[in-house]
């Protein structure tokens, strides 16, 4: 199984890195590789901006990995079949079923111990969303003693805040509405994600 995924992440990895004036038709062992259903299932995460949103009245989906996995099936002459998840768990678990085929997800070292990664396709930084009139306004007054930060469960920025907080409490959901919900609920202090979500 690692050899077909460290294939698969080497042919994605040339297929979007190519330029983009040149349009050469992948190997049938390379679109096998990468769709084996014969279409490219892509998994998406719902909500966010680097990945997919829908309107809510037109129903029209846009996004960074949305457009990206797009314009890969475009590229391999097969359909695109974009598989939304309401969080990243949901799709990394639904990932190791074989239910999608490619994916735009963080980078972390334990990540990479289980899936591999083509070159990176994307920078964001991480912040903070605060309630108007909280009491933090520097980046010091968040880790405190009884503040509590909301963030989405299994994420990179999960991951981060795990690692770096010492005094404040981290507070999890499940999705990313959930976690806006929170300080929005008086549930948390504050919010931590990456920035085109916060925004």
Same mark, same amino acid.
């Given at each position: 199984?690692?050899?077909?995924?460290?294939?698969?992440?080497?042919?994605?990895?040339?297929?979007?890195?190519?330029?983009?004036?040149?349009?050469?038709?992948?190997?049938?062992?390379?679109?096998?590789?990468?769709?084996?259903?014969?279409?490219?299932?892509?998994?998406?995460?719902?909500?966010?901006?680097?990945?997919?949103?829908?309107?809510?009245?037109?129903?029209?989906?846009?996004?960074?990995?949305?457009?990206?996995?797009?314009?890969?099936?475009?590229?391999?002459?097969?359909?695109?079949?974009?598989?939304?998840?309401?969080?990243?768990?949901?799709?990394?678990? *639904?990932?190791? +079923?074989?239910?999608? %085929? /490619?994916?735009?997800? !963080?980078?972390?070292? &334990?990540?990479?111990?289980?899936?591999?990664?083509?070159?990176?396709?994307?920078?964001?930084?991480?912040?903070?969303?605060?309630?108007?009139? *909280?009491?933090? +306004?520097?980046?010091? %007054? /968040?880790?405190?003693? !009884?503040?509590?930060? &909301?963030?989405?469960?299994?994420?990179?920025?999960?991951?981060?805040?795990?690692?770096?907080?010492?005094?404040?409490?981290?507070?999890?959901? *499940?999705?990313?509405?959930?976690?806006?919900?929170?300080?929005?609920? !008086?549930?948390?202090? &504050?919010?931590?994600?990456?920035?085109?979500?916060?925004?």
């Amino acid at each position: 199984m690692r050899t077909i995924h460290w294939l698969m992440t080497a042919i994605l990895g040339l297929l979007l890195t190519g330029c983009a004036g040149i349009h050469t038709t992948p190997t049938p062992e390379a679109r096998q590789a990468l769709a084996p259903t014969g279409k490219l299932r892509v998994g998406l995460l719902l909500g966010s901006p680097t990945q997919v949103v829908r309107d809510s009245v037109t129903g029209e989906m846009k996004g960074v990995g949305f457009d990206l996995g797009k314009e890969l099936a475009r590229r391999m002459g097969v359909p695109f079949e974009p598989v939304l998840y309401p969080s990243i768990g949901a799709l990394l678990d *639904s990932g190791k +079923s074989g239910n999608w %085929d /490619v994916a735009f997800v !963080g980078f972390s070292p &334990a990540r990479a111990k289980e899936w591999d990664f083509a070159e990176l396709h994307l920078e964001v930084e991480f912040g903070y969303l605060i309630p108007v009139g *909280s009491s933090i +306004s520097t980046m010091a %007054d /968040v880790d405190r003693p !009884g503040i509590r930060v &909301a963030v989405q469960e299994k994420s990179l920025p999960d991951i981060f805040l795990s690692r770096t907080l010492k005094n404040a409490v981290v507070v999890r959901a *499940s999705s990313l509405a959930g976690t806006l919900e929170m300080p929005k609920s !008086g549930k948390a202090d &504050a919010m931590f994600g990456i920035k085109p979500n916060l925004f």
